[in-house]
């Protein structure tokens, strides 16, 4: 992160059908260019963005590429579990957390994103 | 410390969206965040006193008691409830004219339409 970067926080809660996930990488892409930090944080039907897809025709994301380029991500760790999303179901280096998380990723984040439905 | 105004606009017993924000908005309090919760449209149906499990939908009694034990706000569009004719809330909701509504909007730095 450059010393002028600043702390992006994104929360989503829409499916890779939705424009939100073509949206998100886009501009965490962006984001990640000028030297910014990046979290994001998927709940609910959220979630289904880091689920492992290895479908030819899979629905866009694009988290995997952003993970690699330093991206932390995160996930509800009961939106999981009520969808019976399990951990080795899940793209690597994507985390399960709390919604205590979420409160620190707003708490300390220069700019906080909210993309839902 | 952030202050959070986290926004209920779908109907209670159509989807989970309400009780999730509930979930949600209590959750960011745990970083001491100011956190207020409003109830637009639809989402002012919520207000009322529901038996949600009734019809198989989660309730959302024990979010709205932990929302009053951690001096969460619960705010509500006074003229959107005109219009759906809801007299009877829940206590401790405070109801607001349509301009301060929109003034708490523009006003927080974070808001989540949930």
Redesign the interface.
Known sequence: MSPSGKTIGI?V?TTPEHQNSYTIFRLTEAFLEQGNRVTLFF??DGIYNVVRNTAKERLFSGIGKLIEGGVTVLICA?SAESRACRPENLLPEVGLA???E???I????NR?L?F?P | ??D?LVIVKESPLNT??CT?AL??G????????RVAVLFWGDGLYSLVPLRAEKVGRPSSEEFFKYCDRLSVPLLADGPGLADRKLAQLRPGVKVMAREDVLRRIAES??????
């Not at chain 2, 209590?26 to 965040?33: D, I, K, Q, V």
């Not at chain 2, 730095?109 to 949930?114: E, L, S």
Request: overall charge neutral.
């Open positions: 929360l809660t709940m609910d009961l709390s919604q205590y979420l409160a620190q707003a708490s300390k984040s906080f909210y839902g | 410390m952030a959070i989970i969206r999730e979930r949600m209590l959750g960011l309090t745990l970083a001491e965040n730095p974070i808001v989540i339409p949930y």
